[in-house]
C-alpha cells in the first residue's frame, strides 16, 4: 500500500493534456471522474448548475461511522498559453501542472491507496470545480455546493497555496471597478462650458486618495482574529482607461484594480471604507463616481492548535522529518469558502513552479511527499 509515483506522473501529465481555462473545464472533469471511477470511488458529475464546469465529487465510503473529509481543488487554469505538456526527467512541464491538476493527481492517488487498504472510517470524498481562477471564475461552483447543493464535510484540506508552510491566515480580496463621468457628450476642449465635471482630473484625484490610504494601511497592521501578519490591507489599480482624443473633453473614465484586507473584516465592512474614500471627491468634482466592488474570495484563518490543523502539521513533519513555520498570506484561495460554510479547512498540496507565469512545472517527488501527507492525515483523522 505504497504511493506510486508513476501513477501521479502519468495521471498529472494526462490532466495538464486536456486544456481547462477557467469557465471551460468539462472535458477535464469528464476525464477525471474516469479516473476516480476506475479507483472505486463513487462519482457525481454535477452538471445542472455549471454545465460548462461539471463539478466532480467522488466518494470512498468506510465501513463503519466517521468523519467525512474532503481533499478539494480546482481543474481550471489561468487562460495563459503554454508550451506543449511534457516530462522532463522527474519533471512535468504544462500549464495546470502546479496550478494545480499534480494536486489533484495526489487527491486521487491518496484516494486509491485508501480503497486498497480496505476498512477506514467516514467517508473520504475528492471535489474538484472549474470556476477557481479570477476574474473568470470566484469560486461560484464551490459556494453553490455548500450552499443550496447541501454538501457538508467535517474537515476539508483545500491541496494549494503551501506545501512546506502552514498557512495559518490569509485576506480577503475583491476586484474593483471605479468609473468616474460627467453628463453630456464629449466636446471640444474650446466648446465645453467652465466649471464642466472633468473626468480625469476626478480620477487623478481618486488614485491621490487609494494612494495615500495604502501608506497609511502599510504603517499600521490591523489586529486580526488570526494573530499572525497577513500584511497590510492594500488597495491597487491595474487600469485606467478614459478619454477617446487629445482635444475632447472626455465623459469617462475607469479605474480598475483589486483590495485586500486583512482576516476578520467583511466585505460590507470594505464597501463602506472604500464609499467613504470616493464619496468627498464626487462632491469636490462634480463628478458621478460608481463602485464596483465584486469579492472574489473571504478571507480565511484557523488555530493552529485546532484538531485538523495540528494533524496536518503532525503528519508533515512525520512524512518532512521538519517543521511547518506558520505563516499569513495576501493570497487568496477556496479555504474562505469552506470556512464561511463552517468547515474546518487547512491548507496542502505539493509545490511547483511558475503558477500564473509563462511556463509551469511540477516534481514527481513532490507529489510522493503531498500525496504521503494526505494519507498520514487521514490517518491521524481517523484514529
Ligand atoms: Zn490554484
Not at 269 to 289: H, K, M, N, W, Y
Request: hydrophobic residues 40%; charged residues 25%; glycine residues 10%.
Amino acid at each position: 500500500m505504497s504511493v506510486d509515483a508513476s501513477r501521479l506522473r502519468d495521471l498529472t501529465l494526462e490532466l495538464v493534456q486536456v486544456e481547462s481555462p477557467t469557465g471551460d473545464t468539462a472535458a477535464v472533469a469528464r476525464l477525471y471522474a474516469r479516473r476516480l471511477e476506475e479507483l472505486g470511488m463513487e462519482v457525481e458529475l454535477l452538471d445542472e448548475q455549471f454545465p460548462r464546469t461539471p463539478i466532480v465529487v467522488g466518494r470512498l465510503r468506510g465501513d463503519r461511522p466517521g468523519p467525512t473529509i474532503v481533499l478539494n481543488g480546482h481543474l481550471d487554469t489561468v487562460p495563459i498559453p503554454h508550451e506543449a505538456p511534457r516530462i522532463e526527467s522527474e519533471t512535468i512541464v504544462g500549464r495546470g501542472s502546479a496550478d494545480m491538476k499534480g494536486a489533484l493527481a495526489c487527491a486521487a492517488e491518496a484516494a486509491r491507496v485508501v480503497a486498497e487498504r480496505g476498512s477506514f472510517p467516514g467517508e473520504l470524498v475528492i471535489v474538484a470545480i472549474g470556476l477557481h481562477e479570477a476574474p473568470g471564475g470566484r469560486g461560484e461552483d464551490l459556494t453553490w455546493l455548500l450552499g443550496e447543493g447541501g454538501f457538508t464535510a467535517d474537515y476539508a484540506v483545500v491541496c494549494e497555496l503551501a506545501g512546506d508552510s502552514f498557512v495559518a491566515a490569509h485576506m480577503g480580496q475583491a476586484t474593483v471597478e471605479i468609473e468616474v463621468s460627467r453628463p453630456g457628450m464629449p466636446t471640444h476642449e474650446l466648446q465645453t462650458p467652465k466649471g464642466t465635471p472633468h473626468p480625469l482630473l476626478a480620477a487623478g484625484k481618486v488614485i491621490a486618495a487609494l494612494e495615500a490610504r495604502t501608506a497609511e494601511l502599510a504603517t499600521s497592521e490591523h489586529a486580526n482574529p488570526a494573530e499572525l501578519s497577513v500584511g497590510a490591507e492594500t488597495y491597487f489599480l491595474g487600469e485606467l482607461h478614459g478619454g477617446d482624443f487629445y482635444n475632447r473633453f472626455p465623459t469617462t473614465c475607469r479605474l480598475v484594480g483589486t483590495r485586500r484586507w486583512q482576516p476578520g473584516k467583511q466585505l460590507a465592512e470594505v464597501q463602506e471604507e472604500f464609499d467613504a474614500l470616493l464619496a468627498p471627491i464626487a462632491g469636490e468634482t462634480g463628478c458621478t463616481i460608481e463602485l464596483d466592488l465584486r469579492l472574489v474570495r473571504d478571507s480565511y484563518w484557523i488555530d493552529p492548535e485546532e484538531k485538523l490543523a495540528v494533524a496536518l502539521r503532525e503528519s508533515y513533519r512525520e512524512v518532512a522529518g521538519n517543521e511547518q513555520p506558520l505563516i499569513g498570506m495576501k493570497v487568496v484561495a477556496d479555504g474562505a469558502i469552506f470556512h464561511q460554510a463552517g468547515i474546518p479547512t487547512v491548507y496542502h498540496g505539493p509545490v511547483g513552479t511558475g503558477a500564473h507565469a509563462d511556463v509551469e512545472t511540477m516534481g514527481v517527488p513532490e507529489l510522493v511527499r503531498a500525496t504521503r501527507v494526505y494519507l498520514a492525515l487521514l490517518e491521524r483523522l481517523w484514529a
